[in-house]
């Protein structure tokens, strides 16, 4: 049996000390103006104030925390060193790679990348496994803060399916500061205040190492963002972000068994430097393919006016109206678009009443809304009605793959 009840405390007392370091306050600077930027998509959506970021900042935080610490058990379980890793390339090679698609920020790709160079030419000086292996943790970390929290806040939009359609939907991003501590190795001498390993342990051996009896290791804590973006179209968040994680689950464990198998095969480690790009543009890939294949939900319905998104603490949200139901009148009017709603809120003294068909089995409902200052303040953003120009285009393309994409073109034509 892995020793938990050691090891839980002195993960615990190193995780503490991250929340001391200026590095992580900056990364939660960081995350807060990401959300900053989503919520003022949703104000222009809605024409009015919606979440409070620093609420939603706090959050992510909180979950990242818990993620942290999952995400270090795990490094302790396996012996993850991160001595001789290769971390210090991680970052710069990420960036430059976001240069061609905002997506390749994500470690999967760089850590890939330089795992295939190490192999093929020796350069740079690296332990492709254990470099890996981070990759592999971090990404079993994020499914996990996925399943937990990706559905939260997701942001309504139009966008086109695949036949030219104008439908709604919803862009599923999530970014979470992540305390986390990595183990190195300090020497070789008696077990670390007495804590006997299991036999099975490690199962990374650590950078230039040979003997592994009574080698020390000691815990450092590190600064960590993860983030996440999916679209829901086919499917309501929740059961998008559940999906991601299920697929992003197998694609990590994945990655860390060839990781663990490439210590001892050439030919299991260029396999695994190219399962991590692949194998993670493949859960991309199934991701889109299964949104924009299936017939959209957030669509007009014949009954009345269908709902894409509702604001928190509004007439509308007071009134139990969420995403997917359908009004059908206000005050007696019935109304069939978001004309007729606009104008039916207009026309009205408040409170108003407001018939609809509520949750997955659309059961009829009758219920007042409280006054609002405006038909707008109501609270709702109705699904598009088909032939909307504005949508927002899903590409991610960086600076280099739209110089590439429209170098392409001219040289087509």
Request: with cysteine; glycine share 10%.
């Amino acid at each position: 049996m892995f020793p938990f009840d050691r090891i839980l405390p002195l993960v615990l007392g190193s995780l503490v000390k991250v929340f001391f370091e200026p590095l992580f306050w900056v990364v939660v600077l960081l995350v807060a103006l990401q959300y900053r930027r989503m919520s003022a998509v949703k104000e222009s959506l809605f024409g009015m104030k919606t979440r409070q970021v620093w609420s939603d900042t706090l959050a992510a935080a909180g979950y990242g925390a818990a993620g942290g610490l999952a995400g270090s058990l795990l490094i302790v379980v396996v012996g993850l060193t991160i001595s001789g890793s290769g971390l210090i390339y991680l970052w710069p090679v990420a960036i430059l790679l976001m240069l061609v698609n905002a997506r390749f920020l994500c470690f999967a790709y760089a850590g890939g990348v330089l795992a295939l160079t190490n192999l093929l030419f020796g350069f740079p000086a690296l332990n492709v496994a254990q470099l890996l292996a981070l990759v592999a943790i971090l990404h079993m970390v994020e499914s996990m803060l996925i399943l937990a929290s990706g559905h939260l806040g997701a942001v309504p939009g139009y966008f086109k399916d695949r036949d030219g359609r104008v439908v709604g939907g919803f862009t599923l991003q999530k970014f979470w500061p992540i305390p986390i501590v990595a183990l190195v190795v300090v020497g070789h001498t008696l077990a670390p205040e007495g804590i006997n390993m299991p036999a099975w342990w490690p199962l990374l051996k650590p950078a230039g190492v040979e003997n592994l009896e009574n080698v020390v290791y000691s815990m450092i804590p590190l600064v960590a963002g993860l983030g996440y973006g999916d679209l829901a179209i086919a499917r309501n968040p929740w059961q998008k972000s559940r999906l991601s994680a299920f697929y992003l689950g197998i694609y990590s464990s994945l990655l860390l068994l060839l990781s663990v198998l490439a210590q001892n095969s050439r030919f299991v480690a260029v396999a695994a430097a190219f399962f991590s790009p692949l194998g993670h543009e493949l859960v991309i890939h199934l991701g889109k393919k299964m949104e924009f294949q299936a017939p959209p939900v957030y669509i007009p319905s014949p009954q009345g006016v269908r709902v894409l998104d509702t604001v928190m603490n509004t007439p509308a949200w007071k009134a139990g109206i969420r995403s997917g139901d359908v009004i059908l009148s206000v005050n007696g009017r019935p109304v069939f678009s978001r004309n007729d709603l606009e104008t039916a809120l207009a026309g009205s003294f408040w409170p108003v009443e407001v018939e609809f068909l509520h949750g997955k089995e659309q059961t009829y409902r009758r219920e007042i809304a409280p006054a609002a200052g405006t038909s707008r303040a109501f609270g709702v953003l109705p699904v598009p009605e088909g032939t909307e120009e504005a949508y927002l285009e899903t590409g991610t393309a960086g600076p280099l793959g739209k110089w590439w994409e429209n170098f392409w073109q001219r040289f087509k034509h």
